[in-house]
């Protein structure tokens, strides 16, 4: 499938070099200037068009991925998930207390915050992601 998405883009490629140099020409040619700037951005696009082609599908990656780390990352994904839902709701916590308690809440909702970036760096590091 690769084999025949490159040969596929190689043929974009191609086409789009040459409708890139005639709109080149028709741009020298004041006349033509109308048709050849339009021909010029179908170039450009297919040039991306092309890239696209080359580039791997995000399924690919994703499969890739999980080939290469297995169901680690679902784990590590849970477990980073409660870890940033427990620190939001704690600094929610400081914030409904206003007034004088406020800086005492905010510090230990800082901390908390702190801490679960530290524990889901160190999730992170322990599956190799």
């Not at 990656?61 to 784990?75: C, D, E, I, P, Y």
């Amino acid at each position: 499938m690769r084999l025949a998405r490159g040969i596929g883009a190689a043929g974009v490629f191609l086409l789009a070099t040459v409708l890139m140099i005639v709109s080149l020409v028709c741009c020298v040619t004041v006349v033509l200037l109308p048709l050849g700037i339009p021909l010029a951005l179908l170039a450009m696009r297919l040039y991306g068009k092309g890239t696209k082609m080359l580039l791997p599908r995000p399924q690919e990656v994703q499969r890739g991925l999980h080939k290469l780390w297995g169901r680690k990352t679902k784990q590590v994904r849970k477990d980073t998930a409660s870890e940033v839902k427990g620190a939001r709701k704690s600094f929610r916590k400081a914030r409904k207390g206003a007034g004088d308690q406020f800086e005492g809440a905010a510090k230990s909702a800082r901390k908390a915050r702190k801490n679960a970036g530290r524990r889901v760096r160190k999730l992170r590091k322990a599956a190799h992601v």
